[in-house]
Antibody
Framework: QLQLQESGPGLVKPSETLSLTCTVS????????WSWIRQSPGKGLEWIGY???????NYNPSLKSRVTISVDTSRNHFSLKLTSVTAADTAVYYC???????????WGQGTQVTVSS | EIVLTQSPGTLSLSPGEGATLSCRAS??????LAWYQQKPGQAPRLLIY???GRAAGIPDKFSGSGSGTDFTLTISRLEPEDFAVYYC?????????FGQGTKLEIK
């Protein structure tokens, strides 16, 4: 059974880079679409972007200038980098996956990231 | 960006009753719409995709309908575990977006 687990710092300073990793277990990362989604009280659920196992990416246009999603097939994980963060980037960050790029059947438990000095 | 507006914001019903949740898009998304259920402290759970397709393991008490800009999630015979927040999500444009949610609470 496919499982996802997010990891990374829970606190990031303003203007710095938020970095998270999603470890895939119970299956190979060499298939499916791998996505990041975040949720905050102010903005609700927001799709950040996805990567296909072959490296193809698609990002939310509103975040595209600050986002990079990468995949490491040797470690069976994929990662999110969000640069120049502000308090507005404070949210619970989820990784998720599906055979389709447009929906998400399997989710991680989520990780809280707070942007604060 | 396509804005999804869900109504009502909160729906108070009793177990055994049926629920009808609405989602309206600011422009047509064709049939590119999904529904998720979220309980406190948990990640969202995919219920419905492509308007009416049920995700794996989802009982037929959950059904979706609509097209274009108006969509409905119907839940029959409410059980205690169905009380949660429900979100619609569109993928009809390159910028996927979610509605603000409908909270289904026990009356």
């Amino acid at each position: 059974q496919l499982q996802l687990q997010e990891s990374g710092p829970g606190l990031v300073k303003p203007s710095e880079t938020l970095s998270l990793t999603c470890t895939v277990s119970g299956g190979s990362i060499n298939s499916l679409y791998w996505s990041w989604i975040r949720q905050s009280p102010g903005k609700g659920l927001e799709w950040i972007g996805y990567i296909y196992y072959d490296g193809t990416t698609n990002y939310n246009p509103s975040l595209k200038s600050r986002v990079t999603i990468s995949v490491d097939t040797s470690r069976n994980h994929f990662s999110l980098k969000l640069t120049s963060v502000t308090a507005a980037d404070t949210a619970v960050y989820y990784c998720a996956t599906d055979s389709s790029s447009t929906r998400w059947y399997v989710w991680g438990q989520g990780t809280q990231v707070t942007v604060s000095s | 960006e396509i804005v999804l507006t869900q109504s009502p914001g909160t729906l108070s019903l009793s177990p055994g009753e049926g629920a009808t949740l609405s989602c309206r898009a600011s422009q047509s998304v064709s049939r590119s719409l999904a529904w998720y259920q979220q309980k406190p402290g948990q990640a969202p759970r995919l219920l419905i995709y492509d308007v009416s397709g049920r995700a794996a393991g989802i009982p037929d008490k959950f059904s979706g309908s609509g097209s274009g800009t108006d969509f409905t999630l119907t839940i029959s015979r409410l059980e205690p575990e169905d009380f949660a927040v429900y979100y619609c999500q569109q993928y009809g444009s390159s910028q996927y977006s979610f509605g603000q949610g409908t909270k289904l609470e026990i009356k």
